[in-house]
Structure formats: structure tokens, C-alpha cells
């Protein structure tokens, strides 16, 4: 747990020193639910963005997003 | 800013950059309010890096389209969350484009999640106007959390600006929630004379809240001879009103911030305050000399009468 957290907020990190085992936890439940919540809105959003776009452009963007 | 708040404040930043509620984060409660917002700074470069790439692509396309189309688009397809994060990786002044095209409330939802390191070349390029609005907006919805947190992108332009239509309560509020002392100095300085003063009696005048959040932003000015204005401001009150600031600091835990401001008032004002009756109640002798033990005076002038 502790490694995942240095490796995702960095390795100098010194408040994942600070907090005891459960609530290095709790940090972690919060930032894996945050990760998710990102990569679903940003997912959703995209595809709304490029159904909002002039059909002509879409494909063209759509690659460039990614999608 | 007295810990309690600044940890509050910090716990609201934190739950936001995370997208949850401040309950869910009270993890963090145990923290001293600078490791809150440090962990708070790595979280929101870790969320931002993990889609860096595709908020540079989506950056990227906006060149592209014309403002009105990225508008409709921004406005329809993303929420505020995710166009503060793409607005980072735009020029400022494109990003400033779509942005003075938004309504007013969607911009204020974004400012939610807005981080000043990365907003402040944005905010400069932003109509001045709009960014009034923006911050009348956010002062309606009772969100001097935020306000106090992008005070560090502010131009002195938009703080004078902002200045001259809020009110005091809320320009006393907003700075008990700034960030940096110095930014905050920097902000106080931009106003002008007469509204300082206006500030100051609003504060020591006001219920025990806005007394609290004078003490703290006399306290945190980095400028010595604003602070000792300031304070003077302030020790210009009646006996009456000193001795509800004193009460105050007292049962807030703000007796460092007053033995601050008193330190910064001039010899002759300081032995006026020395006279106020209530510093002879034993009660608060007893409190202030606790007070002094733990935060010794820089001045060799003693508080005690």
C-alpha cells in the first residue's frame, strides 16, 4: 500500500509517512475511486464531445482523441 | 488563520481535488494543515498526469474549431471538473476566449477545481469583468474556501477590482482562507486607505467570527508597517469593543494573533490598550500570560498591565 501511494504521488512524498496504516487505506481507497471517477467522466465526456461535433469533423477528431 | 480553519479549509480542497466529500477524507483530519495541502498539491499532479496526454489532445483540437463551436461543445459535453483540467493544457489566451464566452455559474463551478499554479497565466488573460462576476458569484454561494485559494493567481488589478464590490464581511473572509501570506500582503497592500479602515472596524465591530478573521489576517500580513496600520486601525475602537476582541481571541485561540497585533501598535497606543479594564480580570490575566509563555512577544513591551 504504502509503495503504491510513493509510486503514485512520488517517492519524496512525506505525509504517506504521517498516516498510520488505516488511513493510508482510507488515502487509497480515496485516489483509486478518484482514478475512476476521472477516467469515466473523461471517457463519457469525449464521447459527447465528438457526437456534438459536425459529422464531417468527427472521424478525423475522434482519432486524434483516441477513440 | 487559526488551525482549526485552515485545517477545514484544507480538507474541503483535498475532498474536492479527490471529486468526494470532505467526510471522506477526514483521514487526513490527524494532519497539520501544511501536509494536507501538500498531499492535496501531489494528488491533484497525480490525477492531472494520469491524463495529461488526453487533456492535451482535447487542447489540441479546440485550436482548431472555431470559439462559438467550443463553447457549445465544452458547455454540453464536459463537466466543470474536467474543462478546469483541459483549460491547463491551453494557451492562456485561448483558453481565455472560451472563457469569456461561459456563463458566469459554469465558470464558478470550475473554479472549484481550479489550482492557482496552473490558472494564474489563465486569470490574466480573463476580462476583467468576467472575473468580477466570477468571484461576486462565488461570494454568493458562501465559497470563501475558493476565493481564498486562487487569491494566489490574482492580478492587484482583480483585487482592487473585486475589492470595490464586495463586502468587507466577505473580503474578511476570503483573506482568513488565503494561502500565502504573501499573496495575501500583496492583496491587502492593493487596497486602498479608507477601505482598510472600513475593513478593520468592520471586523472588530462584527460578531466573534469576523473579529477571529481580522486577528488572523493582521496576524499574517508579512509587511510590517501594513500590519502596525492595521493594528492601529484597530486599537482605534472603544474600550468596548477592544474588550470583545480580546474575549474573542481568548475563546478562539487567537491570543498569538493578538499579542501579534499588539506588538505591531506604537508605544503610545500600546499603553492606551494597556488600560483597558478587562486586563485585570484574573481570568484573563491567567489566559494571556499562558498565552505569552507559549508565544513569547518579539517586542520588550509586556502585555500585562
Not at chain 1, 2 to 11: D, P, T
Not at chain 1, 22 to 41: D, F, I, S
Not at chain 2, 240 to 249: M, N, Q, V
Amino acid at each position: 500500500m504504502r509503495e503504491v501511494l510513493e509510486r503514485w504521488l512520488g517517492a519524496d512524498a512525506r505525509v504517506v509517512d504521517a498516516l498510520s496504516d488505516e488511513e493510508l487505506g482510507e488515502l487509497h481507497a480515496a485516489l483509486v475511486a478518484a482514478r475512476k471517477r476521472q477516467a469515466a467522466a473523461l471517457a463519457a465526456a469525449s464521447a459527447e464531445a465528438l457526437r456534438q461535433m459536425p459529422a464531417p469533423l468527427r472521424a478525423r477528431f475522434g482519432e486524434i482523441v483516441g477513440f | 488563520m487559526g488551525r482549526d480553519l485552515a485545517t477545514q479549509a484544507e480538507l474541503v480542497k483535498l475532498a474536492r481535488a479527490l471529486d468526494t466529500t470532505p467526510d471522506e477524507v477526514s483521514f487526513a483530519g490527524s494532519l497539520d494543515h501544511r501536509d494536507i495541502r501538500r498531499l492535496r498539491e501531489r494528488v491533484v499532479d497525480a490525477l492531472y498526469e494520469e491524463h495529461r496526454a488526453t487533456f492535451g489532445r482535447i487542447a489540441m483540437i479546440t485550436r482548431l474549431l472555431p470559439t462559438p463551436l467550443n463553447v457549445r461543445i465544452t458547455l454540453r459535453a464536459f463537466p466543470p471538473l474536467l474543462a478546469a483540467r483541459i483549460a491547463g493544457e491551453m494557451a492562456p489566451d485561448r483558453a481565455a476566449e472560451l472563457v469569456n464566452r461561459m456563463p458566469i455559474e459554469y465558470l464558478a463551478d470550475g473554479c472549484l477545481h481550479l489550482e492557482p499554479r496552473r490558472a494564474a497565466p489563465l486569470i490574466s488573460h480573463i476580462h476583467p469583468d468576467r472575473v468580477v462576476a466570477v468571484v461576486q458569484e462565488l461570494v454568493a454561494r458562501g465559497e470563501y474556501v475558493t476565493i481564498g485559494h486562487l487569491l494566489d493567481a490574482a492580478t492587484e488589478r482583480i483585487v482592487r477590482d473585486v475589492a470595490a464590490v464586495i463586502s468587507d464581511e466577505a473580503l474578511l473572509r476570503i483573506g482568513c482562507y488565503a494561502e500565502s501570506d504573501t499573496q495575501l500582503t500583496t492583496a491587502v497592500a492593493a487596497l486602498p486607505p479608507e477601505r482598510l479602515r472600513g475593513i478593520v472596524a468592520s471586523a472588530v465591530g462584527g460578531p466573534p467570527e469576523l473579529r477571529s478573521a481580522g486577528l488572523a489576517l493582521i496576524a499574517r500580513l508579512a509587511d510590517d508597517e501594513l500590519r502596525a496600520r492595521l493594528a492601529e486601525y484597530a486599537a482605534e475602537s472603544d474600550d468596548e469593543a477592544l474588550t470583545r476582541l480580546l474575549h474573542t481571541a481568548i475563546d478562539d485561540g487567537a491570543v498569538p494573533e493578538l499579542l501579534t497585533l499588539f506588538a505591531a501598535l506604537g508605544e503610545h497606543t500600546q499603553r492606551r490598550v494597556l488600560t483597558l479594564p478587562a486586563l485585570t480580570d484574573p481570568d484573563v490575566r491567567t489566559q494571556l500570560t499562558k498565552a505569552v509563555t507559549a508565544h513569547p512577544l518579539e517586542s520588550n513591551v509586556t502585555f500585562m498591565p
